[in-house]
Every structure is written in structure tokens, then in C-alpha cells.
């Protein structure tokens, strides 16, 4: 055995030491690059086995000498000069199961991590080693490694390798179930909401910060109200909007209370303090939300969590999930909801809703974990009670064990000094909580309620009950027959189960219907605890052959009432029930459903897979057996960290035996951080290596989890472990800190007989070549086609994306899957032709794309019976922060039929690379990232300046000419345009005129400016419009301007020849840019040849005339070559017709529009056209008072008539990727000053980090005088609109219309059809005043429809919408109407008229996207209290509108005057601005 001796390096310090191993060739002439040593010391041959890949030798290491990067060695106890054993090992026998990957603060998409995963196949990791994958531009860390059934500290990933990817930036919704139990105690005597915010979150948020997370996070404390009321008549007509009726007949209200809305934070702990106040006042004011003065209301309570609002919840957190693709950041991965509850996971639900939410959950891939503070049942958990419509008391409950719900049990640490005891079950209570109601009913109607209620109270109840706990003791207390097969433990359960509930007892006599359910208190929901399971008695008998022989003989010992005889009723056929006791004797056929997780699991010492918060108990005297077999290593006191907080509890037990707690995975709790592992003392397995015999002996009976195994059990996430009562659930908290991504890989496939039976296959082949071949010619700009195999992985890619999965398989299935021949002994095909075979799964759907030469066939295989789609349609109240009051909404929800994918236009969107033909549709989900360009203002510091907000007009300083160069410059940067030549210099930055208007700088004597010119490397732009010499108004050198060195002005009568040919000079003239493909030569953009032309014409002329006059002529004409189009002045390209054909840069024009507009972004400037014409001024008189009023948005005036164009986009500017990425980008057809300009960047086969790359670019060269934010895709987020979310609301903000003297309407002196528009102008004054600026959208709905005038503004800081509404017509907005069955519980109607102000006023909505930690950062440093900026502009604009301090009409009489003195000056006054009312 051949020592070595270990020095160490630091990587990057040395060039030639880049590697994390380096050693000499001349000692290993048989090693090669690529192959896997193992490292150890020799004394320790079970000690830390490092195993490392050699990447480089190096001769200048020395002979018997290794050097290994000393970060590496100090992780892994290697002393520096220490002798070493190195050896060469075969890289399957150090192969990994699976391995976890964590990363941050990026976007990774799902086909992102298939090439990661295939970048890190056949290469060598270890703990904590930093992956950086530049060509895709990820990076990520190894967290932790699986093999052979233990964690291991280095190995190899194979192609068989499962990666899990783990996020610590992911978007996590927090749902705090406020149901009744909250306000119970627990064995501690703590409250529940105490163990959950002090207990539960505490720890969680430390969590967080430890492990560095930087999750996006909201909070939602939810509750559902029960009214005790029998028909729709009791309640008062405010209340009816929202009320919903359960399936007994009740009445309910659900009540979401959003405490904390898409906010990251460094410390969470400061939240805790928020939740504790919400608390306190949160359930009287739930339960009193709908008193008023003089209104009786029925009696409120509040629902117990089993009866909760569980699977609404879940879907609300879905409905925005969904929609992941429209709000794409680039700062997060992974979406997880966590719903807290003080119950003990079992719920009580809707068959057709936990249908809906189980598709959606698994389908979407989404995360969910269920918390419960309560303590553990003594039955498997989670537990979905279905609602049971059958009232006789034969029919049996129904259950389902979701598998889709990861459920995790809290527990505080504390200790009772005088027991080791835990409570699994809570005792019913008596007595002192009937009174609770006893004074609720006035009237005669309400008492005789009343007293048919308390016909059950507690003495009654005692003597009617169904059950004779006498006979029940005598059983108990005898001695066992001696041949009984039953344990004790047997018959405990069995009776424990069989007590009938309170329910069924009110069923049986038949006056269930004078109970009012909602009077019914604590009592009953005590007494139908989950623990006690109502009708498992019938299951039981169905089960267990026992049980009945133990009623007969319980009804035979005592002349015990008839009722018990009915233990064994008859079951309903066809349906095998389950028994929460005994779920292991159900499985079930294993589905892709099923399996759609499992890789995410490590594989136990068993071979099953495993859940590592779940602890087994055992007795201490069989842990020699335990040790033998390698089933489990007991868990005693190698934890390094409190992974489970249950763990130092012990487990007493009646006859002595001292229980150990024992996980059923391998050791070692590593401790959570991940920057650093410290080792304990003890030898921890994890780091142990096991020697070569190990290695290749793995036991024999481990399951072989193909698809062949077709049964899994019913319980657990995993299907694979058994479910028994000493299995103890702790917390997963690493689901709950680094959420798992949905894995890319799963191993479901239905046998060739199911696939025949039960789906329907169809196919198409695709030939890129020939496709490419055609599109090539056609394309207006040659790109390069992808290769048949960039196609097929493309489509793969595109597959994975939308959430399918990749099938591995352990036998490849036969080639003739699927097609029609019956014959199995086909002669197989030569294996040599199919290159390669993909198959991909998501729900019931199979995709099998197969390769063979350049045809690509795709067979798609989906159920012959769907499911058919259902629609739930959903009413709450919520209250979001900020706003006053509980809201109503309304929303869907609805099954996606992925059936229904058009994949064959997104597959031949792939090949043709994204040609015009196949565009991307809305139900193709392509990812987008919409942005507004906005002036920059430094808002916030005037702001604190003064005490107001509504400063705008007076402060904003004009630079409208800096802001349109910035923006061409921009739009060049985007289009990837460089000029000819660059301009001069400009020498310094100039002061810039603030508090004036432009038109001051454009009096005729400072027409012609000296103006230092900026140089942007290579995309030079011209400069600001002002220096000194414009201000003190002196006249102007001729000499240099904008960058084109002045050298002629023309003489007022120069004919547009002689025009033309100073402006086609190379060096004085327009200036073109350089020879770019699809091009023409000598192609300038119209805002420069205006601005070139304005500085050497004398004022007389209008320089938008001479170049229409130039294209008349066929001088000039539209770059594509199309004569027709007029010329638009701002950022659209023309080109010198009169060129020398036989120059050899000569490139002609394309002739097509359609194919040139596909690839160029051409932007007309409206709004400012003052830069390059002297106009005569306009009226100071605001909008809302002029005779005629100006037009809302350039919509009307623009040349070509739509708001909006899309162009083709390269997005891999520096060429990184190794894929092909293209998108598209859409943008406002105009620029307008004062209007803000919206940018979408549209994709689908791009890679998040690359795109995230090219926007960042753009926002750096945006940066001067303009600044590109984030905005989300519905920024008002209305309630009852399809697309949004269910948890954002607007605030509305009513304006004060009567406050002029003597209560005078406004606008009294213009026409009645005018007044309602100038209502809306004076709103819109109202939001300039506060820096608001105009968006301008697509209009939403056909023309047909009456809908009302809707505009919707931005704030200039980005971090407010407002949107105003005309209120005169009292129009409702009709619900979607969906085909799908509608499933509804709303008692009141459809008209969602709720939603549309019929009062004059503004909605005003937050921006969510602004990317900050936490957006509110902004605060106003010299205010009082700090106050926040966006709270206060709120504040503020509530202020102005509700006319405090009379502001408003202070507003009113300024504009009248400014009126009044327009009238009686003839002339025209000198400060206004023609873009807006200022």
C-alpha cells in the first residue's frame, strides 16, 4: 500500500494548481483524466474516505507527492504533511442514489436542471462543493449525498444518479389556520397560536436565517365563520354577497386575513410581533364583522380546523401559482405553501373539491406542507373525512390518505417535571361551554331553538348516550379468554372507534332539523374530535373478523341497548374503505400520480425509499437485533443538531421496558448549517466509507422499484413504507427551508397492456431538416437552423418546462409500445437506428420522442376516459394590507385539461425557430417579463422636504430631450445596432435647468445650442439640451452641435437637393449605422435626421415636411424598401435610395415590411415634437376645464393604429449558452413623454439566467435619465377577474365631489354629456399633481360590449398603479361563463356587481415585482417616525382626496383661476406643457 504525502493549495493562487487534486503523471502512468481516486489515512481505514476526480497532472508537484485544495483537506480532517493512501476505484461502486443540490437568488428553470444534470453526470462531488455551470450561468452547492442507504460525504453521479434541487430563495405563502383550537390550551398550557407563532415559526424563521434564505414570502391567517340560522331570509341584506352553504344545510363565510404580502426579509422575527397583535383582535372581529346598529344578525361562530376552509386554502395558494409564467423573476426558484394548523391533520371535506386539489397540487408541482401544532392521533395522518350525504346511520365514513400533502407534527421541547407522558388523543369537554349561547335567542323563535338544542345537553347525554360504558369496562377489565387471537391493544382500538357520534345520534331520532347547526357549541365539536372515529365501526367489521365477535359478546354480557348490535352494519359494496387504524392493508395500483415526488426521497438502508422526519419507536432490549440486522442504527445521542425536537423525549411504557427513539434513516442530524460541518467527536457514519466487501453486497431483498412493482401502500408520501402506530412524524424542515423543486426524473411507465386498454395514442413525425430547409429561404435575416438533435432536445426541454417528467426505466420497453401489432415475437429493429428515446410523463399523459436519423417522431398517449373538468366556484372575504376592510372576492377553481397542450405548434415553433407562422399563444404558457420605462426622479428625498406629495408639477425638472436620447439609446442597445463613427466628446456634465419648461429653452433666439456631446462607447449618443450658455439666454456659436460638427446652415430658400446632399455626407451628415444584416446601407433613424436638420434650418421650415417632401422624391424611403409608408419621426429607420449599387458595402433594402417590422423595433415619438419645430404654445388651462378637451392617450393619434408590436429577440447577447435562445419582445407601438413605455421580453426556449442576464444589460444603459421596472402582468389584481391574484385586492380611494359652496356639482357650466369625462380629467390631473404617469393598454373587450372609460396610471418611482373609472353607468361584469360543470356554494346569485364602484374614486394597487428585499425599503429619513415612502404618498393622496385642509378645492380654484386669466389674456402663457395638464 503506496503512501503519499498531502500538501495543500489554495485554487486561483497559483495558475497551474486550478483543480482540487493535483498530482504527478510520472507516479501514475496507468491514471487518466476523468478517473476517481479515494484518499484516506491509513490508520484509519474506516475513517473519511475522500474521493476525488484527478482534472490535470502536473510535473512540478513532485514524485510521491499530492496536493489537494486546502479548503477540501480542512473539511475533511486531512492534516497538511500527513501520509496519505491513494488508490483508483471503480466509479460504480462509488456511485450515488442521490444527491442534493441547493442554490440561491437565481431562476432555474425545469429543462435548466436537465442539462445541469447532464453537465454533472460521470463527474465526482462532495459536501458543499460549488458547482459553477458558466455556459448556462448557474451556480449552485452540494448539500447532501445518499448511498447504498446512508449519507456519504463524497461519490460519483452516474447517469442513475436522482438529483434533488433544492431552492433558499423560493416564493413560500404561510397560512395560520385560526380556527377554534387556536384559543385552547395544550398539555403545556400554552395556547396553540402560541406554540405555533413562539414555537413553531420562531424556530422555522432561525431556520431560515442560519441556512441564509431569502425567501418571498406571505402570511394568511384564515378562518372559516358558521352561522346559526336556518334560510337566506335571517340575514340582513349587507351580509348576503358572500355567504356560502356547506352540504348540511349550513351557513358559512371565509375569512382571509393577509398579514404580510410578497416581502423578504433578512430577520422574519419582527413579523412574530405583528401576528401576536393580529391575534389578539382577530376573532372578535371576524364573528362581529357584520354587526351594525339596529340589525339582528345570527348568532357567529367560529369553525373547528376539521370543519376549516383546508382545501380552499390550498387552492388559493394554487390559483397564483399557475400562473408562474406571467411574473417571472430572475431572483427565485420553487413555490410551497404551508398551511399551520392547531388541529391534528384531519379534516373534514368536499370529494369533488380534494379531486381538484389533488390534480392541481401534483400537476403544478407544487410543494404543500400541513403543520399541526395539535398532538399526534394515534391513526394515520394526514386524514381527508369526505362529506357524507347519506344520513342513515348504516352508511360508513368515507377517508383518503392524501399522498400529496406532506404533513409534519410540531412539538415543543418542554419537559413536565413529573411525567414522561404525551397525550395523543384531547379528552371531550363538558359543562361550562354550553352556556355559551344561552342568552342568543330574543325571540320566541330563537328560544324554542334554544331549548330543542340543549335537549342533548350534558346529563341527557350521559343517559341517551349510544353507548354503555359499563358493559365496556366489565369487558375491559376481565381477564382474556385465553384463546383469544385479539391483543388488548386490539380491542382498546377497536371500542375506542365504535362510539357513535353525537351527529348520528342526532340523525337517528330525526330532529337533526331543530338543531341549528351553528348553535351546536364546543361540546359537539368535541365530542366528534377526529380521534374518535364516527362510523370506522363499519369499516372495522369489514376488516376485522374480531370485532364483530366483540359486540355480540358486549351485547350478550349486558342487556345493552339495541344500538350497539348495529356495530356491524351493512357496508356499502363496491368500495373498499379505509381504516385510519390499519391503512396498510389497503394499497393501491401505483400511477404516475403517485410517483410524481418519490424521487425527491433517499433510499433507506432497506432499500425503501424514506421520510427523514419520520422516527420509529422501539424497546430498548431489542436494539441488539436492530444492530445486526442493518435495518436501523439507533438514534441515541449522536445528534449534532435539535434536527427534530422530539428527540430527546422518552417514551415510558406500562410494563418498564425503556422505549429509544429510532429514526427509521441512517444517522447523523446534520447540523442545518450548510457553510460549515463541524465534526462531533463521535465517528459520524456520514463520513464513514463503507470497505469494498460492503460495496457490492447490497441486500438481497431490497425491492426493485421499476414500474413492474404495480401495488404501493396507501399512506405516506413515499408509498413505501408501512404505516404502524409507533411511527412518530417530527418536522421536515428541510422541505420547510430549502423546498424541493418538483424532480426532473420519475420511473413510472403503464405496462404495454394498460397502454393498449386504457389510452389513446396518437403521433407525428417532424422533420427539422426539410421544415428548416423551406423556413431559411423566407426569413427576411439567415439565422442558423437548429440541428435534428438540438431539435429533439429542445422539445424535451420544452416538455420538461411545462412540468413533464422524465421516465427513467430499468428495462428500456420493447420498441413496439404501443402500436398495433399483436405479435411479441416481431423481429426487433437494429438497435443501430434509433439514435435516441425519450419517454415523459405529467399526470395521465405519456410522451415517448424517439430520434432516428433526422425524423423526430413524438407519440403522444393520453386516457381514453378523462376526467371530466370540473369548475368550483369560490366566494371569501379578504383583507389585504393596508386596506380598511374585508373585501369580497370571488375565484375559480378549475382542473387544467393538459390534454388539450397544442404541443404541435410549439414543436414546429421549435424548428422553425420561432417563425412569424407559429406564433406564441396565450395557452402555450410562454414565460414573460413585462417592464415600464419611467423618467427618473429622485422622489424621495423632495418629498422628505416637504410635508406634501402632490409636488409634481412644480419640482419635476423637463429634460424631456435627455430622456428620448436615453431612450434611443436604449432601443439601440436592445436592437444591437452600432453607428459609423463616433461623436466628440462632450467636454462635463452641464447644470440642468430645473422648475422651468421647455419651451423657454426653445425661444427662437437659443434654436441653435452649443451642447456638449457624451460619448457611450459604441453607441454615441447626442447629449443634454441646455449648458450655461443657454441659460443666461445668450445667442449661440454656430460651431458644434448634437455631435454632427456644424460646418453649414442653409439659406432660407436652399432647394431639398442641396438639403439632401449635406445630409448624406459621411463625415457632416445624418449619420448611419453600420452595415448590420437586413439593412440596407446608409440607414439613419428619423429622429436624428430631424434633429440634424432642426440645427441648420432657419425656423421657417418644418423639418418632418422636408423629409416627406425627400421621400416624395424617392430620395429617401423606409428602410425595408416599402415606398408606401410614410416618414414617422422618432426611433424608425429610412435609408438613401440615390446610392452607388456597385459600392461593395452596397446592401440592398428587403421588400418585405411584414419580414423587416419581425425583426426591428420602430417606435414613433409623439408628444414631442417641440424638440425639433418651434409650435406655437398651448393653453395653460387644465383639461378638465377646457372647451375641448385633449385626447387621454396617443392611442387615437398614432400612425399605425395598434398599441402594441412584437419583434423577434436574440437573447444570448454573449453568446454563453449552449443552447439555442431566442424570444420575442413586445413594446408600445409610441413613445410619448410623460407616458410610461412598456417593454415585454416573451420566451420559451431561453434558459432564466441567460435572459436574466440580457435585461440586466439593458437596465444598466437605461440607467442616465430613464429607468426600466419590473411590473407585474395584472397590476390591480381586481377581484373576480380570471387572471388574478386571489389574495391582492386594489384599495379604493373615494374622491370628495362636494366640496364646493352651497353644494354645487361640478362641471354645472359645461354640457351633461362632457361632465363624466371631465370627471375622469380631473382624476387624472389629480395623479399628475402626484407623479402618476398614464399606461396605456390594450382595450380588454370587444367594441361591442358598453363598458366604461378605464385608464390605468404607474407612479414615477414604479411602486404604485392607480386606476380611475367612469362611474356614471352602472354596468355589471358578468362572471365568465364556463362550459364545465359549475360546482358552487354561493347562496346569492352570480352578479359580481360587487366589484365596480358606483362612487367616484381611484383604485390604487402596490407593485409586488419591485425586486428590493423588502420593497417598502424606501424610507423618509428625516420624517418623525421614519415613515415609509410608499405609506406615505397612501397617506398623503387619502388626505388630498377625502379634501383636508381644504386642498381639494384649493386644487379646484387655482385651475378656475388659471382659466379666467387665459380668457382674458388673448396670448398664450408661457409655462405650460402641450404633453398634460400640469
Not at 447540523?671 to 463503507?690: T, W
Request: with cysteine; hydrophobic share 35%; aromatic share 10%.
Amino acid at each position: 500500500m503506496k503512501l503519499y504525502k498531502l500538501n495543500t493549495h489554495t485554487r486561483g493562487c497559483n495558475k497551474s494548481y486550478d483543480a482540487d487534486l493535483v498530482m504527478n503523471l510520472k507516479d501514475h502512468p496507468n491514471a487518466n483524466v476523468g478517473d476517481v481516486v479515494e484518499i484516506y489515512a491509513p490508520d484509519e481505514e474506516n475513517g473519511t474516505h475522500l474521493l476525488l476526480q484527478i482534472t490535470e497532472f502536473n510535473g512540478s508537484c513532485g514524485r510521491d507527492v499530492i496536493s489537494i485544495e486546502s479548503g477540501i483537506a480542512n473539511a475533511f480532517k486531512m492534516r497538511q504533511y500527513s501520509n496519505v493512501v491513494m488508490r483508483i476505484v471503480n466509479p460504480a461502486d462509488v456511485a450515488l442514489d442521490s444527491i442534493e443540490i441547493t442554490f440561491k437568488d437565481q431562476y432555474m428553470g425545469r429543462s435548466e436542471m436537465w442539462r445541469l444534470k447532464t453537465y454533472l453526470t460521470d463527474t465526482c462531488v462532495y459536501v458543499n462543493k460549488k458547482i459553477d455551470y458558466n455556459d448556462m450561468q448557474i451556480r449552485c452547492q452540494v448539500y447532501e449525498m445518499w448511498s447504498q442507504g446512508e449519507r456519504v460525504a463524497s461519490g460519483v453521479i452516474t447517469e442513475d444518479t436522482k438529483i434533488v434541487f433544492r431552492s433558499s430563495t423560493s416564493m413560500v405563502y404561510l397560512f395560520l389556520q385560526m380556527s377554534s383550537e387556536m384559543w385552547d390550551f395544550d398539555i403545556h398550557g400554552d395556547l396553540y397560536f402560541e406554540k405555533a407563532v413562539n414555537g413553531f415559526l420562531t424556530e422555522l424563521f432561525q431556520k431560515w436565517r442560519k441556512l441564509s434564505c431569502n425567501h418571498e414570502v406571505t402570511i394568511v391567517l384564515f378562518s372559516r365563520t358558521f352561522y346559526a340560522a336556518k334560510c337566506l331570509d335571517e340575514f340582513p341584506e349587507h351580509m348576503r354577497d358572500c355567504l356560502q352553504q356547506d352540504y348540511k344545510g349550513r351557513f358559512y363565510e371565509d375569512f382571509y386575513r393577509v398579514a404580510i404580502q410578497n416581502e423578504r426579509c433578512d430577520d422574519w422575527c419582527t413579523v412574530l410581533g405583528q401576528l401576536r397583535k393580529l391575534f389578539t383582535s382577530y376573532q372578535a372581529t371576524v364573528l362581529r364583522y357584520h354587526e351594525r346598529e339596529h340589525m339582528k344578525i345570527p348568532p357567529a361562530t367560529n369553525s373547528s380546523a376539521t370543519q376549516g376552509n383546508f382545501l380552499e386554502v390550498l387552492n388559493i395558494s394554487l390559483n397564483t401559482f399557475e400562473k408562474h409564467y406571467l411574473d417571472r423573476t430572475f431572483d427565485r426558484t420553487g413555490q410551497l405553501s404551508v398551511v399551520i394548523t392547531p388541529g391534528v391533520g384531519v379534516f373534514s371535506v368536499d370529494r369533488e373539491l380534494t379531486n381538484i386539489t389533488k390534480q392541481r397540487i401534483i400537476d403544478n408541482g407544487v410543494g404543500s406542507d400541513l403543520v399541526c401544532v395539535g398532538e399526534q392521533p394515534l391513526h394515520a395522518v394526514p386524514l381527508l373525512k369526505f362529506h357524507n350525504k347519506d344520513t342513515t346511520l348504516t352508511s360508513a365514513d368515507d377517508y383518503s390518505l392524501p399522498h400529496w400533502i406532506n404533513l409534519s407534527f410540531y412539538s415543543t421541547n418542554k419537559k413536565i417535571a413529573y411525567s414522561s407522558f404525551i397525550p395523543r388523543i384531547k379528552l371531550p369537554l363538558f359543562g361550562s361551554q354550553l352556556t355559551l349561547y344561552d342568552g342568543a335567542g330574543e325571540g320566541g323563535d330563537g328560544e324554542e331553538n334554544e331549548s330543542h338544542f340543549l335537549s342533548c345537553n350534558q346529563s341527557e347525554y350521559k343517559h341517551n348516550s349510544l353507548f354503555d360504558y359499563d358493559a365496556y369496562d366489565e369487558q375491559i377489565f376481565q381477564p382474556l379468554p385465553a384463546q383469544s387471537t385479539c391483543s388488548l391493544q386490539r380491542v382498546v382500538r377497536a371500542k375506542k372507534t365504535s362510539v357513535p357520534s353525537l351527529e348520528t345520534y342526532a340523525y337517528r331520532n330525526n330532529d337533526w332539523e331543530n338543531l341549528t347547526p351553528t348553535q351546536i357549541p364546543a361540546m359537539r365539536r368535541k365530542m366528534s374530535d377526529p380521534d374518535i372515529h364516527h362510523g370506522t365501526s363499519a369499516m372495522l367489521a369489514a376488516l376485522q373478523p374480531d370485532t364483530t365477535n366483540l359486540s355480540e359478546s358486549l351485547a350478550s354480557e349486558k342487556n345493552s341497548r339495541r344500538t350497539i348490535v348495529s356495530i356491524a352494519p351493512i357496508v356499502r359494496p363496491g368500495r373498499a374503505l379505509i381504516n385510519p387504524f390499519d391503512p396498510s392493508q389497503v394499497t393501491i395500483k401505483l400511477t404516475s400520480n403517485r410517483r410524481r415526488w418519490t424521487h425527491i426521497f433517499p433510499k433507506g438502508p432497506t432499500g425503501v425509499l424514506i421520510q427523514q422526519h419520520h422516527y420509529q419507536a422501539v424497546p430498548a432490549k431489542t436494539t441488539q437485533a436492530c444492530q445486526q440486522r442493518p435495518l436501523q442504527q439507533i438514534q441515541n445521542n449522536s445528534q449534532t443538531g435539535s434536527n427534530n425536537n422530539n428527540e430527546q423525549e422518552d417514551y415510558g411504557c406500562e410494563n418498564g421496558e425503556q422505549y429509544d427513539r429510532v429514526s427509521t434513516h441512517s444517522l447523523l442530524s446534520k447540523s442545518a448549517s450548510s457553510q460549515s460541518f463541524v465534526m462531533g467527536e463521535e465517528k459520524i457514519d456520514f463520513f464513514k466509507r463503507r470497505q469494498n466487501s460492503l460495496m457490492n453486497a447490497l441486500p438481497a431483498n431490497v425491492p426493485n422499484l421499476t414500474a413492474t412493482q404495480a401495488k404501493s401502500y396507501l399512506w405516506g408520501a413515499t408509498g413505501e413504507q408501512e404505516w404502524t402506530p409507533a411511527i412518530t412524524t417530527g418536522v421536515d424542515w428541510k422541505s420547510l427551508t430549502i423546498p424541493a423543486c418538483l424532480p426532473i426524473t420519475t420511473d413510472y411507465f403503464p405496462d404495454k397492456r394498460s397502454l393498449n386498454n386504457d389510452y389513446v395514442i396518437s403521433d407525428y413525425t417532424l422533420l427539422p431538416d426539410d421544415v428548416n430547409h423551406d423556413y431559411a429561404q423566407s426569413r427576411a435575416v439567415y439565422r442558423k437552423p437548429l440541428s435534428t438533435e438540438e431539435v429533439c432536445k429542445e422539445i424535451v426541454s420544452q416538455r420538461l418546462a411545462q412540468g413533464f417528467q422524465l421516465i427513467v426505466v430499468d428495462e428500456k420497453p420493447p420498441t413496439a409500445i404501443g402500436c398495433s401489432s399483436g405479435s411479441a415475437v416481431q423481429p426487433v429493429k437494429p438497435p443501430c437506428e434509433i439514435n435516441k428515446e425519450y419517454l415523459l410523463s405529467i399526470g395521465r399523459i405519456f410522451h415517448k420522442i424517439s430520434l432516428t436519423g433526422s425524423v423526430i417522431t413524438v407519440t403522444g398517449y393520453r386516457p381514453r376516459h378523462p376526467y371530466p373538468p370540473i369548475n368550483v366556484d369560490y366566494r371569501y372575504r379578504f383583507h389585504a394590507p393596508q386596506h380598511e376592510t374585508y373585501e369580497i372576492s370571488g375565484v375559480n377553481f378549475t382542473t387544467e385539461k393538459l390534454e388539450n397542450f397544442n404541443w404541435n405548434h410549439m414543436d414546429l415553433y421549435i424548428c422553425t425557430r420561432g417563425d412569424v407562422d407559429y406564433p406564441l399563444m396565450e395557452s402555450l404558457k410562454y414565460w414573460r417579463y413585462r417592464m415600464y420605462l419611467l423618467p427618473r426622479e429622485n422622489i424621495v428625498s423632495k418629498i422628505a422636504s416637504c410635508q406634501r406629495c402632490d409636488i409634481f408639477p412644480d419640482v419635476t425638472a423637463d429634460n424631456t430631450r435627455e430622456q428620448v436620447e436615453d431612450f434611443v439609446r436604449l432601443i439601440e442597445a436592445v436592437s444591437k445596432l452600432k453607428r459609423q463613427f463616433a461623436r466628440r466628446a462632450r467636454q462635463h456634465d452641464t447644470p440642468r435647468i430645473t422648475e422651468k419648461h421647455h419651451n423657454q429653452l426653445n425661444s427662437p433666439q437659443q434654436s441653435i445650442n452649443v451642447r456638449p456631446k457624451l460619448e457611450n462607447g459604441r453607441i454615441p449618443r447626442i447629449f443634454p439640451a441646455t449648458d450655461a450658455a443657454a441659460t443666461a439666454g445668450l445667442a449661440a456659436r454656430d460651431d458644434q452641435d448634437d455631435g454632427f460638427p456644424v460646418d453649414i446652415k442653409f439659406s432660407p430658400n436652399a432647394t431639398l437637393v442641396e438639403i439632401f446632399e449635406a445630409m448624406k455626407h459621411p463625415v457632416t451628415g445624418v449619420g448611419y449605422f453600420s452595415q448590420t444584416q437586413s439593412l440596407p446601407s446608409c440607414t439613419f433613424v428619423s429622429y436624428d435626421a430631424l434633429m440634424w436638420l432642426k440645427t441648420r434650418l432657419n425656423n421657417g421650415r418644418h423639418p418632418l415636411e422636408l423629409l416627406e417632401a425627400m421621400r416624395k422624391e424617392r430620395m429617401i424611403c423606409h428602410a425595408s424598401g416599402d415606398w408606401k409608408k410614410p416618414v414617422v419621426p422618432g426611433f424608425v429607420f429610412y435609408y438613401v435610395v440615390q446610392q452607388d449599387k456597385n459600392a461593395k458595402d452596397y446592401a440592398p433594402p428587403l421588400g418585405d415590411y411584414s419580414a423587416f417590422v419581425n425583426e426591428w423595433l420602430e417606435i414613433e415619438f409623439q408628444g414631442c415634437s417641440f424638440l425639433w419645430y418651434d409650435e406655437p404654445l398651448t393653453t395653460p388651462v387644465p383639461n378638465f376645464l377646457r372647451d375641448s378637451p385633449a385626447p387621454q392617450s396617443w392611442t387615437e393619434t398614432c400612425s399605425n393604429k395598434r398599441v402594441y408590436r412584437q419583434s423577434h429577440l436574440e437573447i444570448d447577447v454573449n453568446q454563453k449558452s449552449d443552447r439555442m435562445e431566442w424570444g420575442h419582445v413586445k413594446h408600445h407601438t409610441v413613445l410619448q413623454p410623460g407616458f410610461a413605455f412598456e417593454i415585454v421580453v416573451e420566451w420559451v426556449t431561453s434558459s432564466g439566467p441567460i435572459v436574466a442576464d440580457l435585461i440586466g444589460g439593458w437596465m444598466r444603459k437605461a440607467n442616465q435619465f430613464n429607468f426600466l421596472v419590473s411590473v407585474p402582468a395584472d397590476p390591480m389584481a381586481e377581484p373576480f377577474t380570471k387572471k388574478s391574484d386571489p389574495l391582492r385586492g386594489p384599495i379604493f380611494i373615494p374622491l370628495c365631489t362636494t366640496f364646493l359652496p352651497n353644494g354645487a356639482a361640478l362641471f354645472e357650466e359645461f354640457p351633461e354629456e362632457s361632465r363624466s369625462d371631465r370627471m375622469l380629467f380631473l382624476q387624472e390631473a389629480i395623479l399628475a399633481k402626484f407623479g402618476f404617469l398614464p399606461c396605456v393598454l390594450e382595450k380588454k373587450y370587444s367594441v361591442g360590449k358598453d363598458l366604461p372609460k378605464e385608464y390605468q396610471y404607474v407612479h414615477c418611482t414604479g411602486n404604485m398603479f392607480a386606476l380611475i373609472r367612469c362611474a356614471t353607468n352602472n354596468y355589471q361584469v358578468e362572471s365568465p361563463i364556463l362550459q364545465e360543470a359549475n360546482v358552487t356554494r354561493c347562496v346569492y346569485g352570480h352578479t359580481n356587481n360587487t366589484n365596480v364602484p358606483k362612487k367616484v374614486g381611484f383604485l390604487w394597487a402596490w407593485n409586488h415585482m419591485i425586486p428590493n428585499k423588502k420593497w417598502k425599503a424606501q424610507t423618509i429619513n428625516n420624517s418623525a417616525d421614519g415613515e415609509l415612502f410608499q405609506l406615505k404618498m397612501l397617506k398623503d393622496f387619502r388626505e388630498f382626496c377625502s379634501n383636508s385642509d381644504q386642498r381639494l378645492s384649493t386644487f379646484w380654484s387655482q385651475s378656475q383661476e388659471l382659466k379666467r386669466k387665459a380668457q382674458k389674456f388673448e396670448f398664450n402663457n408661457n409655462n405650460t406643457d402641450e404633453v398634460k395638464p400640469k
